[in-house]
């Protein structure tokens, strides 16, 4: 079944309500911290108040002897007993050598390389009491110098033996020498610098972990808020405690949110899972906000220096560009492959560029890991383009919409000059009905009132493309990618003819129970109602890579429709019998099987029946049961793209910028669920124009403390800081996968940050204002304008 064909059936495009949310709207959800097991204890970390310092003694006597303490553990009791965290993502350099990977032990050895690192884990009876006697360990610190400027990373102490200048990679890609010669010969060049501010993830649900081990089979589980158990599993059994996979049950139940930040194997995970079994216990720990603030893996933090060469008419002709990547103090779980592989391959953006050529150098620092937030790697790559692309037109005279239009790839499928192969799509399109939408023929009037309030009103496009569903397992593992990238579905037909669907996607907040549901229920005629959603728990799902970078339905959705394939070539076997027909002249549809050119027919329920109650059919010609299973390794990428349309008025004389109009258009390919698609685009909008307006995660150069380490410092995107947006779309299908999606989650968070930028520069352009980074603070616009005075 082909997508167009697949897109017309009944519940595709149905906005159907949410299973899921009965549960979480009645309080009746079922999250870590919700877990209670037998003979639980609780953990809590002492973590360390330095940025860089070597860990002379740990003294535990006193918190081991205080009322309900079963232990306390520290790097002592670790060291050469298991390995340390891995990083699942090798980059080369240049010259052909690897990526320096240092250790990242479990808890501290010898040394802390930022505020926050785990310095000791104490089990007690209570968490109240685990927390105090956490207090009573005493540590002696010797302290160093912090590294927090990449700049100067070079020359600072190192944190690791193994990068003695804190380097840990350089990586290109593109044809340097072709670019060199297309600079040399253009009629205009475009310099800019920006920096892509730090993000730190806030979902609402803090990391939780709740370990328990089985003395009698020798089995641990571990509850645990992650993306991907399968994963988790994985990488913490085989690299890190060096246990038989199968005695270890990873479980992620339901999980309050993750936009990247629960994909990794973090140290508590394992910490928690070892414990247990030393102390033959159950042991939970749930991080509180000001630990989530300093521990979970940030995002972003690029700084980069990019140049546009040009013709005379303001055509694209080579694309510069030299990018910074703080890494953080150790190598998160695909950290290296968020400022390399998922940033550098999306820098031709929507446009015809003949050549590209970029270098990334990978640095670390004293500050928290820094891996996958909302986007990875592609809204770095989209801010950098997009901001680039509105600066050129202004350079040459051209409208933000004119200079995008010259240069928009128009034939597909389009070999970029960074690898990646764009399938289909239609920029032009996207663009056009952003711009009936926005109403931006009313543009000067709305200006012109602003004006006359004493505010200045800014227009600012964004034209983004993604890169969804990685892929395929064996390229991107010649890329140095440590793990496939297919993913498993498991239909179980029922007796009575529900459905039950393992899968090994999970859900997070995106909606899979639904949208899985409608999937299969179009597929066999059946009402949504009658099919579940299984996910989160490798005791019962096949082995699959879990979700991140949209992927969900194009990849997890596609494997569900593979094993659905299985189960339609089987059922109608069973169904030719049933109706004394060859099996060539069944056809399904609407949830019947029929007889061409007969009015024979019989219902799917009917069949199912008949396939575990098998007195109508030869057994030694077809086994009982209705249940297959399917992988499913995608051959490319799927590309969603779009145009955002933001408009702005910023009070000069405050410096407060107010987001009055924003208008989206995206090409997600078809979709399954209008009502999901949408809550996506508005979390994922609001979470953008957070990072352009709002969050910003900010060091001490000196010491190394994080400045933002709660709310009262980082400041999170409200309801009231946004009008309510224009949503619309346009659709070409993806061209490999039945389905014909392209993936959704991200896409609000990469392209609007370039778009609100470009509007607040266009609104301060007629002050004299060049250039602003985000977050565009009213401190930092007003102290632009100030600057523009002078």
């Known amino acids: 079944m082909g997508a167009n064909e697949f897109a017309k059936l009944p519940h595709i495009g149905e906005s159907l309500k949410r299973k899921e949310d009965l549960r979480f709207l009645t309080g009746v959800g079922n999250y870590t911290d919700d877990i209670v097991q037998a003979n639980q204890k609780y953990a809590y970390f002492v973590r360390s108040p330095h940025a860089h310092a070597i860990v002379k003694k740990v003294d535990t006597a006193a918190a081991s002897a205080m009322p309900g303490v079963a232990r306390v553990f520290t790097g002592a009791d670790i060291d050469g007993k298991m390995g340390g965290l891995p990083c699942g993502w090798l980059i080369s350099n240049p010259d052909g050598t690897p990526m320096k990977e240092p250790p990242h032990p479990i808890l501290a050895i010898k040394k802390v390389r930022y505020v926050g690192d785990h310095v000791a884990m104490v089990v007690a009876d209570t968490l109240q009491q685990a927390r105090d006697a956490a207090e009573a360990v005493e540590v002696d610190y010797e302290v160093l110098g912090a590294v927090i400027d990449m700049r100067t990373a070079a020359k600072a102490p190192a944190l690791h033996d193994e990068a003695p200048d804190n380097h840990c990679y350089k990586w290109t890609l593109g044809d340097k020498a072709a670019v060199d010669a297309a600079f040399a010969g253009a009629a205009h060049v475009t310099q800019l610098d920006l920096t892509n501010n730090r993000l730190i993830p806030n979902a609402m649900e803090p990391r939780a972990v709740n370990a328990s081990y089985n003395r009698g089979t020798d089995e641990s589980v571990l509850y645990v808020a992650n993306q991907n158990p399968h994963v988790e599993r994985l990488l913490m059994t085989a690299f890190v405690l060096q246990w038989p996979e199968h005695k270890v049950r990873v479980v992620a139940p339901d999980v309050g949110g993750g936009f990247g930040s629960k994909i990794f194997l973090y140290a508590e995970d394992v910490a928690a899972t070892w414990a247990a079994k030393q102390l033959n216990c159950a042991i939970k720990w749930t991080a509180e906000r000001s630990e989530s603030f300093v521990s979970d893996a940030h995002g972003r933090d690029h700084i980069t220096h990019a140049e546009m060469a040009m013709d005379k008419d303001g055509k694209f002709l080579a694309l510069r560009v030299h990018t910074h990547a703080n890494l953080g103090a150790y190598l998160s779980t695909f950290a290296s492959s968020v400022p390399t592989i998922l940033y550098g391959t999306l820098l031709a953006g929507q446009y015809a560029t003949p050549q590209i050529y970029v270098e990334v150098d990978g640095w670390f620092t004293s500050t928290a890991p820094v891996d996958a937030y909302r986007g990875a790697g592609r809204p770095e790559a989209a801010y950098l383009i997009e901001r680039l692309a509105t600066r050129c037109a202004w350079e040459l005279g051209l409208s933000q919409d004119e200079i995008r239009k010259r240069n928009f790839v128009t034939h597909f499928p389009y070999q970029t000059p960074v690898a990646l192969q764009y399938d289909t799509g239609d920029f032009p399109a996207c663009m056009n009905e952003a711009q009936k939408l926005a109403d931006v023929a009313g543009y000067a009037a709305r200006k012109q009132a602003s004006e006359a309030k004493g505010l200045k009103r800014g227009i600012g496009y964004s034209s983004y493309i993604e890169a969804c569903g990685l892929a395929p397992s064996n390229i991107a593992g010649a890329l140095g990618a440590r793990a496939g990238l297919f993913e498993a579905g498991e239909v179980r037909v029922n007796p009575t003819g529900s459905v039950t669907v393992f899968t090994g996607s999970h859900s997070h907040g995106q909606g899979h129970e639904t949208t899985f549901a409608q999937l299969v229920a179009a597929r066999l005629g059946i009402d949504p109602g009658q099919v579940d959603i299984v996910h989160g728990d490798t005791g019962r799902i096949p082995f699959g890579m879990g979700t991140y970078g949209s992927r969900s339905l194009s990849v997890g959705g596609t494997a569900i429709m593979k094993a659905l394939d299985k189960i339609e070539e089987k059922a109608k076997k069973i169904a030719a019998h049933l109706m004394e027909a060859s099996d060539a002249d069944i056809e399904f549809s609407g949830g019947e099987f029929k007889v061409k050119g007969t009015d024979k027919k019989i219902p799917f329920a009917q069949v199912a029946l008949t396939a575990y109650v098998p007195h109508n059919y030869p057994l030694d010609k077809l086994e009982p049961g209705l249940d297959e299973t399917a992988f499913y390794d995608p051959t490319n990428f799927t590309y969603p793209a779009g145009t955002y349309i933001c408009e702005v008025e910023v009070d000069p004389a405050t410096g407060v910028v107010r987001v009055d109009r924003f208008t989206t258009v995206d090409d997600f390919g078809v979709i399954i669920n209008p009502m999901i698609v949408e809550g996506q685009v508005h979390g994922g ?41 224009k949503l619309g779309h346009v659709c070409t299908p993806c061209t490999h996968n039945p389905i014909g999606s392209k993936g959704c989650g991200e896409a609000g968070a990469i392209g609007s940050p370039p778009a609100v930028i470009n509007a607040v520069l266009d609104a301060l352009a007629p002050l004299g204002v060049k250039d602003l980074d985000m977050p565009a603070t009213p401190h930092r616009v007003w102290q632009a304008i100030q600057s523009a005075k002078a």
């Open 685 to 725: 909008v609001v979470q953008g124009l957070g990072q352009a307006l709002l969050e910003h995660g900010v060091y001490d150069p000196e010491s190394g403390q994080l400045l933002t380490g709660s709310y009262t410092d980082y400041t999170m995107p409200r309801a009231d800081d946004f009008p309510q947006f």
